[in-house]
């Protein structure tokens, strides 16, 4: 059964034909026949979801993203805004327990000048690695960053 909604879903069977060997070859009802159509399109669509929000928590957790990046990805994907607020909280959380990995000085700058790292999130970074006020606001400032956020 899965090879034949596996060439409906790549669109080498069409909707008719493969209603057609359900209905004709494999005893199924019209009504069963379009459950299994359904059932697959749900499944194909699950599937591309969950691969695209894990791609994009990826991203976002290692800082290649932005939050409002990742918000619209997820928001592109189909995600209502509750559950998008819930997979940002727990994504923040996993980026703080990711930092155990320690970005360099020159990955906070490119990320900064990318745009996805704040400055109110930088700092903090920048001074764990032991630059001083001055020279944060320097990398700040070289990166391009608005300093106000």
Known sequence: MNHLTDEYLSGALSEQALTT??????GYTPEQAANEIALAEFNATKT?????????????????????????QLAELGWP??????Y???WNIERGVSRVTTLTVAQIAAALKKGVLL????????ADLGEDANAIETIIATAG?????
């Open 21 to 26: 060997v359900l209905t004709t070859s494999l």
């Open 48 to 72: 591309a979801r969950t691969k695209n929000t894990k791609l994009a928590e990826k991203q976002y957790v290692a800082v290649k993203t932005s939050e409002a990046q990742a918000r619209q």
């Open 81 to 86: 805004a509750n559950v998008i607020d819930n």
């Open 88 to 90: 940002i909280a727990a």
């Open 119 to 126: 400055a109110s999130v930088a700092r903090p970074l920048l």
């Open 145 to 149: 960053a608005d300093p106000s956020t």
